[in-house]
Each structure stands twice: as C-alpha cells, then as structure tokens.
C-alpha cells in the first residue's frame, strides 16, 4: 500500500524503476457542488469500501487517501499536458480528453493514475470518467476485478495458441514434403488436406480462447460485506441484525455448479455408481498430468507417423503418452485421497443449541458447516469453533493467548464492549481460543476466512518459495525439446545425405525425435512429493501441499514459537520462597507450609471439567499432591479483576482458615508483616521469567461467616511465601534442536520472555550458551532491510510481539535464507503462511495455524519435523536419479541413432522400437526410482540441499549415463552387423543391449531398493518373452534370437558397464590435458 503522505506518482516511477509492468487502477469522489474536486483525503461515505482488494496485474500500486467505492463517481481528466504526469516514451500517444464542464481533478492524482503502463478508471451511472486511462470500467471494482483475473487467462491462452500454431505449422509443412511422394509412388487423392492441420489448430486456438473468456466473464466478482462491531451492540441487537442480514445471492454460473455439485454429491451416495464418480476424478487427474510442455510434442509425433503413414505407431506413441499420464493421474488420486481422509478425521466440531425446548438437546455438527446466525454451545476443554457473539455466561474464561498473546484465561461477559480492542471484547469468543472454565451459550457472526484468527494470516502476503524440484524440472525440459528436434533433424539431414528417400528420412528422424522425449518427466517429480507425503502420514506428519517437501530439503532456519510447542504451554512448580527467605526447588518445597496453603487457596470446581480451574492451579495441586487434612467449605475461582483466588476451609484441627494466592501486588498489601521484603523477591523472580504468586492465611473471626471472609477486602493476612512457575519445557525439544543443528537447519526461538530469561530457556532447550539474543524492540527500531541484518546470527527472538513473528520470517527470507515456521497459534499463522515451510501442530494447535500451515504435525513429538527434513532431501536424490535415469537413457538413444545413421544410411530404431524401449526403460524403472527413498548414509550432507543438486552433479550422470547406453547399443549392434544374420536381427540386438544397458546402470545405482530390484527384473523378463515371442516380436520389428546372438547382448552391456566405471578417470585425464 502506498502511505497517504506519499504521492502515487512518485511510488508508481519507483515501481518502474525496479522493472514492474503497472497497473494503476483509481476512482475518485465525486467534484465538490463549487466545481474543485476533492482531495485526497476526502472523508469515505458510510458504506464505502476501499479498494485494497484490487490485485497485482502483474504489479499494482493503491492509493489509500483516496475514496473509493463500487457505486461512486469517477475521477475527471482535464486534458491537460501536466496532468498526464511522466510517461515512458512509447506513451506519448495516449489521450487525455477533458470532462466537458471545466472541472478538473487533482494533477497529482490523475498525474500518479495516468504513470503507470495500464490505467484503469472507474465509472459508475453518471458520475465523470477520467478520459486520458486506458481501460475504463463501467462496473466499478467488479469490472476491475475481472480485468485483472482475464490477465493470466489471456497469457494461458496466448501461449497455448502459439503451441498449435507451430504444431499446425509443422504437420502441414511434413504433409507438403512428402504428400506427393505416397507410398508405392501413389500421389496423394486430397492434397487440399496438406494445409488441414494449420486450419483445425486455428480452430482450436480460437475455441480455447473462448472457453477462457466465457469462464471470466461468468465468474462471481468478490463481494465485500460490511464489517460489523458486534461487540458494541446487545445481544438481541446481535440476533436482529443476522436475521435482517441479505444473504448473497449466487450468481447463475454459481447456481448452475451449485446443482452440478450436489447432484454429484447425490450419485457419489449410490453404491452402483460410486465407479462413475472414481472414474470422473481420474479422468480430471490424468488431464492435470497432461499439461506438460512434452505433451504438444509427442501429439505432433504421433501425428507425424500417421502423415507417414503408419498408423501403428502413431497409436504407439499415443499410447505411450497416455499410460505415463495414467501412472501418474493414479499415484496423485490415491494420494490426495489419503491427505482427505487424514483431513477429515481432524475436523474440529462444535455443538449447535437446540432450538426448542422440546428437542433432544445440541446438535455436533463439523465447525466447517457452521453459518452466521447458529447459535452454538461452549463448555470447559472446548475449542471456539467461530468467532461468536457471547448471549449468556456461566463462570466462561477463555485462554485467547493464541489469538492475543495474553498468557492469562479471560473473563468473559454478555454486557457490550463499546469500541473495545479485540483483547479487550469481554463479550465475544474467538475462533481457535480454548473455553478453560464455565458454560456459555453464543451466536455465531463469522466464519471462514472473515474471523478474526483468519484476518490475522492473511496479512501475510504469501511470496512463492525459491525454485525448487518443479521449476528445475521445467528448465530442463524447455533443454530438451530443442535437442530433441536437433536429434531428429541430424538423423533426417544425415539420412538424406546419405542418399536415402525423403519419406524414410523424415521416418527415422520422427523416430530418434521421439524417442528423446523424456515421456516420465514431468511425472518424476509429482510422483516422488506424493510418495514422500505418504511415508510422512505414517509417521504423523500430514502433508496438505506435497510441493513443500521440496522446500524442506533446501531448509536451513526455522523458526520456534516457544510456548506451546517448544514447551507445553503447561505450568509447572519450580521453586517456593518461605515467609523467612529459605529458598526450595521443586522437590524439597513438598513438605513446606507455603506450597500447602498455595494449594488449599485453589478452588475445586470448574463447570463440567474435570481439571482446575486455571494453569496455575493444576501446576500447584499437581506440586502440592493430596491434602486428606483439608476440607473445602466455600471457594473463590481467580478473575482478572480481582487478581486473586481465595478458599474457606478447614484443618484436622478444625479452625475455619481463609487462604488467599495471587498476584503479589494484590496480596502482599493486606499482610502484616513481610511484604517489603517479599516484594523485592517477587520482582526478582518476575525478572527472571517466572510467574510469581503471593500466599497468605488468616483464621476467620468469630461469626465471620464464608462468604464474608471470601467477599470482603482482604486484610489482616499472614503472609505464608511465594511460589514461582514456568512453562514446562518437552522432553523431546533438547533432542530436536540438537538434531536440527547437526543437519545443518539453524533453529531460531521466538519468545515473549526477558533476554536473560529467553537465553536461560534457549539453553535448557538445546541451544548452546553464547547464542545470539535480539530483542522485538531491537525489530522495532529497525526497517526491513536491517532486521535482515539483525537476525543473520540470532538463534534466540526474546520480548517479540505476537505481530513481529512475521517480521521475523520475512526478514530471514530476506537474508536469502529457506525458513521454516512452526506454531500452534492464531498469532502465529501469518508468520506460518509467509514461511518457505509452515508447520502447524494438530494436537494443540488453533485452526487458523492448521490452516495456513503446509505440514501439520498430528502427533506431540515434534521430532518427526527431523524425519521430514530427512524426507526432503531424500525426495532431491531421488529425483536427481530418475531424471538422469530418463535423461540419460534418452540422449543415450539420440546418440545411437546419429551413429548408426552414420554407418548404415537410415535409423537403425524404428518409432515403435523406440517407445517400446522408453516402455522398458523410463516409465517403471525411473518411476520405483523416483518414490524409493535413498538410503540414509547416502542423502545425509553437511547442510540443506539446493538446485545445485540438480546442475552440475546431474549433468556429469546424464553425460555418463548417455555415453554408457551408446556404447552398449554401437556394441551390439556391430555385432550383429558383423556376424551371420539379418538387418532385423541386429537391430534386435540393438534394442535388447539400449533396454539391458540402462536397466543394468539402474539396478547398480539402487540395488538395495527391493522395489527397483523387481520393478528391472520384471522389465528385463518383459522384453525376453516379447523378443523370443514370434507374433509379438514382429509387431515391433524384431526377430528372436539365438544363443550367440545373446552372448553377443549380454557382452555389451558388460563393456559398457566396464566403460562406465573408466569414464570419471578418463574425463580427468583429458581435464589434466586442456591445462
């Protein structure tokens, strides 16, 4: 957003600057009645809303002094040069007509609107219209919106058209080549059907575009509703205004999916037709992995071979491409089907009050379901499944430390909060917060992504993640498409100089052209993330975007917010002062008086809960155990307000005692002796992190009765001591942090803790005793590019404000680093969705941190985030070894086909030979590759991978695997040639030894994987049995073969095995020799 104390121009010229294409979209309040036109800071009319939803096409700049709104007028251009502001050179053409009536716009305004490449003004009914943009919209925002929603479909369908204009282009150009040369001398009886291909390609360009067009135009703009301060109004107010609400009327488009959806919904219900539906979502699974860039290229070949006129192989080739896309629709459903199954047995449920008296009672419904309007009820242990207007309240107290940050549970009420801040709303739950003692009953006035914990992740502008395993993959597959028709034209050109006809010389290079095209490519990738994902489920670890998995690889900081994950969240006794000064630990502060008292002052009733009432009373009982001398009569639960809780009582000597703990500022003032002493302590042990409690007693007067005791100021108190409590830190956290490091991943805590404290913890947790400690005011002094500065060395963020996390993330990211995100709540789901990797935790964990994280963690150990790491870098070997597996075979068999060009005129592989390689030799092999993990000693390195992983360690594989295919097929193949036999026997040979020699080379690389070891034997038995077949074997060109024919195969594959292992050595040699 652009402050108000800035000129739009001079923020959209800065924007130009660093490079961005703009666009700049406005509108602007209507002229005043005496014909100026109101600045910027206009008031905005009730019922406005600003325009913060416009989006980046590809970049935006907003203005928000402005006052925009979908129903106002526009802003007016007066046709002024000086208006136009700056323009490129290419924009002097632009026009800026004026609005007829003289009345001018402010120039710095309409200047800043007309700087950008695009300018978009608003108009609505008869308001002005700023002439000199570019692009008027009638319809307000809606009309903006769907201007920069039509940007990406335009781009699509741009480049899907050029696709099937170079494919048209290229398929009539092959008919004008060789159409007159028909087989057996024929010419061809409809030469008009030569220019056929450019003509249907055209055609289906022009629908593709109007398909896209159709599905802009008939999607729903966003329609922004009005924000309402529920917590100023009364309930029946509340209740009212939900009923009067206007529910959202769907659009056509939306109604008719609407139906769509449901009556699918309805069919998926039938048993018979249950295959229908498995069906429909593998046919949308196999079309996702169609759109690839290989694809156009593999429908042009088959196309090719049928203008060829083989129409065998052109089904080959289809078929080929289609059985990859299978594989991998298949591996992706099963998948995805599992994440939804994992999903939905962790849906949070909310109970809905029932509406008569009559009714059986609350309803459980999924959160998912719950509309504005339902009246839910809450009790102790619940987890607020919306955020809700509060209608009536029985003892309620909340813990909103995962919204607010405030450690303390919260009182809650039903009187108004009049422009109350959301900590202060007494009157409202929140979605995510946990009810921690009482009943209530609460109407429910937002869900989704319009609650307070959601609002708060979408501050977080999620940026993508550096280029991982996929963007790679899409390099090197642009790489490879122009070798790929290098290879066929050489083949073709070197055919042709050799004297051979055209048909077969266009024959032989469709061929070798085929034959590189990795088919399994884009599939790698996809299958090896799902794969990972799968291992992970079964270990606890839910991943919701598999694409994470590369980005965990290449990790190296994350981040920890400590309370809740670090530690438990859970207090925990650690030490207790007596009234005489004597300091105790845990352990020896059981016997003492000051703990018993502390735990006779808990209250022991909590609503429908089994556990105390607050934190802090389960962490004394739990210190204190069982006290059979003390019996309870009357007792008083802690509030806010009152900064204590107290409980009436007696001993096994009968006297009735009041007992009193709280806050020492409350306590200590109503003792009679030892406060000032007792002061200085607390404060000394808040310094250093702890919670502190004050305990105190006195015996009741005669006729005092409980409730007086209990309801009267406090005085006359015994002070008895104090009790000091910490979080309790998990027993896995020292091991994780250890294990972090030692993979090279810098773990960084966040913590609202003192420093000296936060580095006290640090160290307890793991981290070593000289880490790096800064400070959220140190942040907060700091502008972003500094803080990138700041925390390059910190292991440890102490006093850091809820809304700094984020700042946190992004300053790391910043500073070039891979981060991770782990948190449990709504506070900590902006810094999680801004994170290369969010990781939310199930168990505890607010809705909005499960949310916006990736991964989530279903367990309480955390030290399964060490095996998605491993998981990680595991899926980039993987990976790395598939593509060289399809790589390098491919170029391997490129290679063989330019030789034996070269020696013998023609190709020595036909198409179906080749796809039937490919078959044997990409699609399962390179598949058991890719979802096999490495073994451990092999993935662990000192640090995270990169893509470097996939540059020059990948292009050495590649090279050796592609020379070793070669030399094993030019072996085999002159060995044929060489000996007694026919052409198709030494082609036989050929194919065997390019199939055997890549097996072999996989086998070697992965011989520990039972999965590769089956997947290679099962295709070397297949391409036996199809060989030695008859009627198969000629179907592909080949011939059985003999025993000498065999020995000859199998001693190939041996030397080029052999020639693999001297390659490192001899590339070395002549590296030695270039110096």
């Known amino acids: 957003m652009v402050p108000a104390d800035r000129p739009l121009t001079e923020a959209v010229a800065s924007l130009r600057r660093r490079g961005r294409v703009l666009t700049v979209a406005r509108h602007l309040p209507a002229p005043a009645d005496d014909?100026?036109?109101?600045?910027?800071?206009?008031?905005?009319?009730?019922?406005?809303?600003?325009?913060a939803g416009t989006a980046r096409a590809p970049s935006q700049a907003y203005d928000p002094g402005a006052t925009p709104g979908p129903d106002g007028p526009a802003h007016?251009?007066?046709?002024?040069?000086d208006a136009t502001g700056p323009r490129a050179p290419g924009d002097a053409g632009r026009p800026s007509h004026g609005t007829g009536d003289g009345t001018t716009a402010p120039d710095d305004v309409l200047a800043g609107l007309l700087a950008g490449d695009v300018a978009v003004a608003t108009a609505n009914g008869d308001a002005a219209v700023a002439w000199a943009a570019d692009v008027i919209a009638p319809g307000g925002l809606p009309d903006v919106w769907r201007l920069l929603r039509a940007v990406p479909a335009a781009k699509a369908v741009s480049g899907r058209a050029q696709t099937l204009a170079k494919s048209g282009a290229a398929l009539s150009g092959l008919m004008v080549?060789?159409?007159?040369?028909?087989?057996?001398g024929r010419r061809t009886p409809l030469p008009g059907l030569r220019h056929a291909p450019v003509d249907v390609a055209a055609a289906a360009a022009l629908l593709g575009g109007a398909r896209s067009a159709l599905g802009v135009a008939l999607a729903r703009s966003p329609h922004p509703r009005e924000r309402v301060a529920w917590h100023d109004l009364h309930p029946d107010d509340v209740r009212d205004r939900l009923a009067r609400r206007p529910q959202e009327q769907p659009g056509l488009s939306e109604q008719a999916a609407n139906r769509v959806q449901a009556a699918a919904g309805r069919a998926g219900r039938v048993p018979a037709l249950k295959p229908l539906g498995w069906t429909v979502q593998l046919a949308r699974a196999v079309r996702h992995e169609l759109d690839d860039p290989l694809t156009p290229v593999l429908a042009v070949g088959s196309a090719a071979e049928a203008v060829l006129g083989s129409a065998a192989d052109a089904l080959l080739v289809v078929g080929a491409l289609d059985l990859n896309a299978l594989v991998g629709g298949v591996q992706r459903l099963r998948a995805e089907r599992a994440v939804a199954a994992l999903l939905k047995e962790h849906r949070q449920k909310a109970r809905i009050a029932a509406e008569d008296a009559g009714d059986d009672g609350p309803r459980t419904v999924d959160a998912a379901k719950l509309h504005p309007g339902d009246v839910i009820e809450l009790q102790a242990d619940d987890v607020v499944p919306a955020d809700a207007r509060l209608l009536w309240a029985d003892g309620l107290e909340v813990d909103e430390s995962a919204l607010t940050g405030e450690s303390l549970p919260v009182d809650k009420q039903t009187e108004p909060t009049p422009r109350a801040s959301v900590a202060d709303r007494r009157c409202m739950v929140f979605e995510g917060t946990t009810v921690v003692a009482g009943h209530a009953r609460a109407v429910v006035v937002e869900t989704g992504d319009r609650t307070e914990a959601s609002r708060a992740v979408h501050l977080a502008a999620r940026t993508p993640p550096a280029a991982g395993v996929q963007a790679r993959l899409q390099e090197l597959t642009r790489k490879a498409l122009p070798l790929t028709l290098a290879g066929g034209a050489a083949v073709t050109g070197l055919s042709l100089l050799r004297g051979t006809p055209l048909r077969d010389a266009v024959s032989g290079g469709v061929a070798v052209a085929v034959a590189a095209v990795p088919e399994g490519l884009p599939l790698v990738a996809t299958v090896a993330q799902l794969a990972a994902a799968r291992r992970l489920s079964r270990r606890g670890v839910l991943v919701r975007a598999p694409r994470t998995l590369e980005a965990l690889g290449r990790?190296?900081?994350?981040?920890?917010?400590?309370?809740?994950?670090?530690?438990?969240?859970?207090?925990?006794?650690?030490r207790v002062t007596e009234a005489d000064g004597t300091a105790h630990g845990r352990d020896e502060a059981v016997d003492g008086h000051t703990l018993t008292v502390a735990a006779r002052a808990c209250p022991r009733t909590n609503g429908g809960s089994d556990r105390p009432v607050h934190a802090t009373d389960e962490a004394v009982l739990e210190a204190a155990g069982d006290d059979p001398e003390w019996t309870q009569t009357e007792g008083l639960p802690f509030e806010a307000a009152r900064g204590y809780a107290a409980a009436v009582g007696h001993a096994a000597d009968g006297g009735r005692t009041l007992v009193v703990k709280g806050a020492?500022?409350?306590?200590?003032?109503?003792?009679?002796a030892g406060a000032d002493e007792a002061d200085d302590t607390a404060h000394r042990l808040a310094g250093n992190g702890l919670r502190v409690l004050a305990v105190a007693e006195r015996r009741l007067r005669d006729g005092e009765t409980d409730a007086d005791a209990l309801e009267g100021p406090l005085g006359e108190l015994e002070f008895t001591g104090l009790v000091a409590l910490a979080d309790v830190a998990r027993e896995t956290s020292p091991e994780l942090v250890r294990s972090l490091e030692e993979a090279g991943v810098r773990p960084v805590m966040l913590t609202g803790d003192h420093p000296q404290t936060a580095r006290a913890i640090a160290v307890e947790l793991g981290w070593s005793e000289d880490t790096v400690v800064v400070t959220g005011d140190e942040l907060a002094s700091a502008d972003r590019s500094e803080r990138a500065g700041i925390l390059r060395d910190a292991g440890v963020v102490a006093r850091v404000a809820p809304e700094q996390k984020l700042q946190v993330v992004e300053a790391l990211r910043d500073a070039g680093r891979v981060v991770g995100m782990v948190g449990d709540g709504a506070n900590d789901a902006a810094a999680i969705r801004a994170a290369d990797v969010g990781v939310g935790l199930n168990a505890r964990g607010s809705a909005a941190a499960r949310n916006a994280a990736d991964i989530v963690l279903t367990d309480d150990d955390m030290r399964v985030l060490i095996e998605a790491v491993h998981e990680g870098r595991a899926l980039w070997h993987s990976v790395a070894d598939a593509i060289a597996i399809l790589i390098g075979g491919n170029a391997g068999e490129v290679g063989f086909g330019i030789v034996g060009t070269l020696l013998g005129r023609r190709a020595p592989l036909s198409t179906r030979q080749m796809l039937l390689v490919n078959l044997f030799t990409d699609l399962f092999p390179a598949m058991a590759v890719a979802v096999t993990p490495v073994p451990r000693a092999t993935e662990e390195t000192d640090g995270p991978l990169g893509t470097s992983l996939l540059g020059a360690p990948l292009i050495e594989q590649i090279r050796h695997r592609a020379l070793t295919t070669c030399l094993g097929a030019v072996a085999a193949w002159l060995f044929g040639r060489f000996t007694p036999g026919t052409q198709r026997r030494s082609t036989t040979m050929a194919l065997c030894a390019v199939v055997g020699t890549q097996l072999a080379q996989t086998?070697?690389?992965?011989?520990?994987?039972?999965?590769?070891?089956a997947t290679v034997l099962g295709s070397a038995v297949a391409l036996v049995l199809?060989?030695?077949?008859?009627?198969?074997?000629?179907?592909?060109?080949?011939?059985?073969?003999g025993p000498v024919a065999w020995a000859g195969v199998c001693g190939s594959i041996a030397l080029a095995l052999a020639g693999q292992r001297v390659l490192p050595r001899l590339e070395e040699t002549v590296l030695r020799l270039k110096r």
Do not use: H, I, W, Y
């Open 664 to 672: 020492p500022e409350n306590v200590l003032p109503a003792c009679t």
């Open 555 to 574: 990790m190296d900081t994350v981040c920890f917010d400590k309370t809740g994950t670090l530690t438990e969240n859970r207090l925990r006794l650690v």
């Open 1003 to 1013: 086998l070697a690389d992965r011989r520990e994987s039972g999965l590769v070891r």
């Open 177 to 184: 080549a060789v159409g007159d040369a028909g087989r057996g």
């Open 76 to 81: 007016r251009g007066d046709g002024s040069p």
């Open 1026 to 1041: 199809l060989v030695q077949t008859p009627g198969a074997s000629r179907l592909f060109g080949c011939t059985p073969l």
């Open 35 to 51: 014909g100026a036109a109101p600045g910027p800071d206009t008031a905005r009319a009730p019922g406005e809303v600003p325009e």
